[in-house]
């Protein structure tokens, strides 16, 4: 006889719909992941489930979702049983548009006021050469697959705290603001973008996937040079 597990997934028909909780019940197999059980549902027993996921390699970030409250992402999260069901459902930071698809577009508009591209001058001739040490922290902040479960662990940004930009806009801000060749200082946008109302709880570092230093690294350097504005 096959075993299963119980879940609980949310369902939404858009961003005025409050959405409810349905049960399914779907076979349960050793080192099965979250992302697997929310496949075996769509292909199986309800089509019209709506869900995002590309890679299922921990790579694009897209498979993102909450797994009993906790924010993860879906593709490296083991299913285990639980006597109380396991309930999946979209980042709750955001509308969902569908489901359990979030809709990240008011989040990503605000991008635009710190300049997320490359502002420095081009070199005269041959190019600058860089060293690994110039550049390692750089690299980190690049490494974000934009999952955006640091702004989902984020309780400022969580509570619908509409005048902060969130972990995950500020990690795409470091990344240029720690390029040695940058030359715009972001430090001023990163502030009318209400980065004092991070409350420094390094919820986000600790849940970020690839390991960022958002909070010791991105955030605090940004609100320290705030102060000195």
Known sequence: MTETIKLKVFRASGFDDKGKWVSYEVPFKKNMRVLDAVKYIKDNLDGSLAYRWNCGMGICG????EVNGMPVLTCKTELKQN???TRIGPLRAFPPVKDLVPDYAEAMKKETVFR???EGKQPAGKFLSMTDEEIKLSRKFRECIECFIC???CRPFRDGNHAFLGPKSIVKAMAYQHHPRDEFDRSKALAELGIWHCNVTRCCQTNCPQGIPITDKGILP???A???K
């Open 83 to 85: 006597l109380l069901g």
């Open 62 to 65: 897209s498979c993102a979702m």
């Open 222 to 224: 940004a609100l320290d």
């Open 116 to 118: 997320p591209w490359f």
């Open 226 to 228: 705030s102060k000195k």
């Open 151 to 153: 702004s989902d662990s």
